[in-house]
Nanobody
Framework: QVQLGESGGGLVQAGGSLRLSCAAS????????MGWFRQAPGKERELVAA????????YYEESVKGRFTISRDNAKNTAYLQMNSLKPEDTAVYYC??????????????????WGQGTQVTVSS
């Protein structure tokens, strides 16, 4: 069992940066792939970025490539999402999630087994 909790969301102007953190409980964090999803009002939840258990492989949704960076620190049981050059269209609730699937990196919502409660990110124009 893995319990997840996000932090780091907030209000930022377009062009600004935020770093989201996802703290995990349990001793099995390092054996799970991690993903960051987002859900804007009226839209489906979408995968933004994902990282393998070792951190050696990553995936990014096309619209965030070059702006967002996913990382993890298994010693701290924490995953991160560094978001730079934020745009108003990045506004959403951001969720971290953990998947028992280790390879390939899970890119589908139903492949994730554990979810955080979400953190709001609002980008003003």
């Amino acid at each position: 069992q893995v319990q997840l909790g996000e932090s780091g969301g907030g209000l930022v102007q377009a062009g600004g940066s935020l770093r989201l953190s996802c703290a995990a409980s349990g001793r099995t964090f390092s054996s799970h792939a991690m993903g960051w999803f987002r859900q804007a009002p009226g839209k489906e939840r979408e995968l933004v970025a994902a990282i393998s258990w070792s951190g050696g492989n990553t995936y990014y949704e096309e619209s965030v490539k070059g702006r967002f960076t996913i990382s993890r620190d298994n010693a701290k049981n924490t995953a991160y999402l560094q978001m730079n050059s934020l745009k108003p269209e990045d506004t959403a609730v951001y969720y971290c999630a953990a998947s028992r699937q280790q390879f390939p990196i899970p890119t589908v919502l139903r492949m994730y087994d554990y979810w955080g409660q979400g953190t709001q990110v609002t980008v003003s124009s």
